[in-house]
């Protein structure tokens, strides 16, 4: 009953994703150390569930992604607002946010909990983009859909080794869906992309860029690591 209960719950998910001013670099050490804790514990006891990334040299237009999942979206503006509160935070400006929203998908009945909301162990890195169809899909009939999803998805599960968190955009961002696959191997998800191009639903892939490779980081080591 409670894993059902947990599957019934709705969340937002915000993808923040921070350029870092030059002149964080000049401060003492001592000082980012201090810093770098007082985010932490404004994240702490901000109630949502996060998970912090680094984009350093992945990206010219964003050093860190800060990834924040709740029930309520006033919840998120609140800990972001007490992040730029912070000494960190006057050194730091959003180069892309998303957000999106859980819902059951409509082609994989899985019943699943997303890895993010069910507190497993974070992979290594994390590969974020927005994801957006072509208006001509979702005038297809129902049926032929999910014909052409049931050979997408067969193809995501010969690469067990990758994990992929899907969310929903409509109504909330610019796109349709934001995607976060989650994995240890890399080269195993470049490999999975290849394949998926070969799918018959690729056709109707309109956007998938911005592609963002995050590699996992806890707050202080991951604020120190920005020079």
Request: aromatic share 14%; charged share 25%; hydrophobic share 40%.
């Amino acid at each position: 009953m409670e894993a059902s209960s947990e599957q019934d719950r709705k969340f937002f998910f915000n993808f923040s994703f921070f350029k870092l001013d030059p002149k964080w670099r000049w401060m003492a050490d001592l000082a980012k150390e201090e810093s770098a804790k007082e985010v932490e514990n404004v994240i702490a006891n901000s109630g949502i569930r996060f998970r912090s990334y680094s984009t350093l040299g992945l990206r010219d237009d964003a050093d860190f992604l800060f990834w924040f999942a709740s029930e309520s979206i006033e919840d998120i503006q609140s800990a972001i607002s007490k992040l730029y509160l912070t000494v960190f935070g006057k050194y730091i400006s959003p180069s892309q946010v998303y957000l999106s929203c859980t819902r059951p998908s409509i082609y994989a009945k899985t019943g699943k909990t997303l890895s993010f909301l069910s507190g497993d162990e974070p992979k290594k890195y994390v590969v974020v983009y927005p994801f957006i169809k072509t208006r001509e899909w979702y005038l297809l009939p129902e049926d032929q859909r999910q014909k052409m999803m049931n050979e997408h998805i067969e193809v995501g599960k010969s690469y067990p080794q990758v994990i992929l968190n899907t969310t929903y955009s409509f109504g909330l961002d610019d796109g349709d869906f934001m995607l976060a696959f989650e994995t240890d191997d890399l080269h195993a998800f470049q490999n999975l992309i290849m394949d998926l191009r070969g799918t018959k639903v690729s056709k109707y892939v309109a956007v998938d860029t911005p592609m963002n490779v995050c590699v996992k980081k806890d707050i202080i080591p991951l604020i120190i690591s920005l020079g």
